[in-house]
């Protein structure tokens, strides 16, 4: 059997992508800036299904059985396929299968990490390699704006142009560059109510997010700045004010959205204690309630030993600064 398996990394965002200004091709208001996870992947297999009339979709789950994917994830699939398909002329059905090594829907990027193994695996399917120059848009596609950001390892922008908001992803520093730590809390892992994608079409409606889109370039700068020269406070200021203000867009959107829980704002205090310590620490939160603690390697134990005993934190995730989608051996089916 012909297979092809790809792993593609989550990424957390340092400056948010929220709000679109072309839902359907999936193009932002503003430039986001992402550092690719390393442990957090999505895993994806697929292989051509001679005589087959339609795909076949199908999910491992957390037993290690191979079951019909469910609709959500179904649906998410068929909406990506014809642009892959269109791309490369391919139009032979497929089995695909794809899984997660982290919790699904809860605001830890497994769109970004699932659409971009996605891509991946096709255009590695279709005799190209992973540093495909169309990858980043090829992940676009599938509506996950995030996941052009996971087809690049290290700190990636998304547009590399800021100015030129149609473009694709481009790194801006490897991840050798900086070897930054992710303690991810997860506080919730199960499938969030509201989704990004409808976060996104509801951000204009709140009454500050023109204000925020007036922000946005200088923090951007600010953080491109801090990654380039390994400057962890000025970062940390830029990462906090950023997670703190796409959820006040969240939260003033018609209707709002709350993504927060108890544990989450407690996990936020506790960092911010941690580093008015001392510490290199800080936290971000994408559009769910979990919390990423983004530190030095330094400060890791420090940070996790003061960090473990807070309630309500279901368990922890231990990931880092990684390298970007890998093409694998062993295969799902």
Known sequence: M???SVSSPANIALIKYWGMRDAQNTLPNNASLSMTLSRCVSI???????????????????HGELVPADPTLRAGIEHHLPALREHFDYWQPLRIATTNTFPTGAGIASSAAGFSA??????VHCGQSLSYPALSDLARLSGSGSAARSVSGGFVQWPGNAQQLSGPALQIAPAQHWPLHDLIAVVDARHK???SRQGHLLANSSEFYPTRLKLLPERLEQARRAILERDFTRL????????IELHLIAMTSQPPIFYWKPATLAILER???????GMDVCATIDAGPNVHVLCTAQHGPKVFSA?????????????QIGDGPKRLEQHLF
């Not at 940390?236 to 997670?243: K, M, Q």
């Not at 960090?307 to 990931?319: A, E, Y």
Request: glycine share 4%; net charge neutral.
């Open 271 to 277: 960092v911010r204690q941690l580093r008015s310590e």
């Open 307 to 319: 960090l473990r005993k807070l309630p309500d934190i279901q368990h922890w995730i231990f990931d």
């Open 193 to 195: 109510t509201v989704s």
């Open 118 to 123: 996605l891509a991946a695996a096709f255009v």
């Open 236 to 243: 940390a200021d830029a990462v906090e004010r950023e997670a």
């Open 44 to 62: 994806c297999t697929l292989a051509p299904l001679p005589g087959g009339s339609a795909d076949e979709f199908l999910w491992k789950n957390r």
């Open 2 to 4: 012909n297979r092809t």
